[in-house]
């Protein structure tokens, strides 16, 4: 009697560690994210100074801008893209998020659509996915209830990228145009933009939902055309000119 009830103790503490196992594993394929995006406006145009245009600038703008984006997802796209305009706050010039701003990702076929507004113009980029080359650390944080690996890389060269992905959602996709790690990414930075984007909250989708292709329309480009003309339109703009194309190529 005392050696059928040590076996059945076992066997149900064996069903429980498997039970536990089993829920720890499951896996996140479909959903929303919210993202929180800030960005220090006085570091990014160098205006901590105190000649008076600094002042002036600091006098009637805010030194953080907040928004908030929205990125829909599924193993086989992504759609990021801002949820509202904040007309409560003050931008500088050319600092203002666009609502016409988009990106879709198509991961099945390693694919990236977007529109997006550069001052006056509306580019629609059409190429392959960038193949950035990530490093992955040994350090990790909690973001919006998800374990996140830190990754990092390079774009245009020389700005450094920070990326906080988690393998619990199995979606090589992120926000804006940045992809191909082993997961989501939930947390990235930008030092030389002193730009930050984190994920607030999550909401799990059906993991069949579709993510609806946007209508999306500009002047067609890719991503080395644009760069280009980036570089071109702004290369009298002085300090300021290329932190405008990083913007951009985000």
């Known amino acids: 009697m005392l050696l059928a009830m040590k076996n059945m ?17 499951n896996f996140v394929e479909a959903g929303k994210v919210y993202f929180e995006k800030r960005v220090n406006q006085y570091q990014l145009l160098d205006i901590d100074h105190d000649n008076e245009w600094a002042q002036l600038m600091k ?3 805010p030194k953080i801008t907040v928004n908030n984006y929205l990125l829909t997802f599924n193993k086989q796209h992504s ?29 099945s076929n390693n694919s990236i659509t977007m529109q997006r507004d550069v001052f006056e113009q509306t ?30 890389t390079k774009i245009c060269d020389s700005v ?4 906080f992905y988690t393998d619990q959602i199995p979606v090589s996709s992120g926000p804006e145009s940045f992809s191909g790690l082993p997961g989501l990414i939930l ?4 030092p030389r ?24 329309k500009g002047k067609l480009t890719n991503w080395q055309s644009l760069q ?23």
Request: hydrophobic share 45%; with cysteine.
């Open 9 to 25: 103790f076992f066997f149900s503490l064996v069903m429980l560690l498997t039970i536990q196992a089993s829920a720890q594993v």
């Open 59 to 61: 006098k009637n703008m």
């Open 79 to 107: 759609l990021y893209q801002l949820i509202k305009e904040n007309d409560d706050t003050k931008y500088i010039f050319g600092m203002k998020p666009s609502a016409n701003d988009k990106i879709w990702i198509d991961l």
């Open 123 to 152: 580019y629609l980029l059409q190429d392959s996915l960038r193949k950035l080359e990530w490093k992955i650390t040994g350090e990790t944080r909690e973001i919006a209830g998800f374990e996140c690996k830190k990754a990092v």
């Open 160 to 163: 450094y990228v920070v990326a």
């Open 187 to 190: 947390g990235l930075a930008v």
């Open 193 to 216: 933009l002193y730009t930050t984007w984190f994920a607030t909250k999550l909401e799990l989708t059906a993991p069949n939902a579709s993510v609806a292709a946007p209508k999306l």
């Open 228 to 250: 280009k003309d980036l570089n071109k339109g702004m290369s009298d703009w002085g300090k300021s000119g290329p932190k405008y194309v990083w913007n951009a190529l985000l």
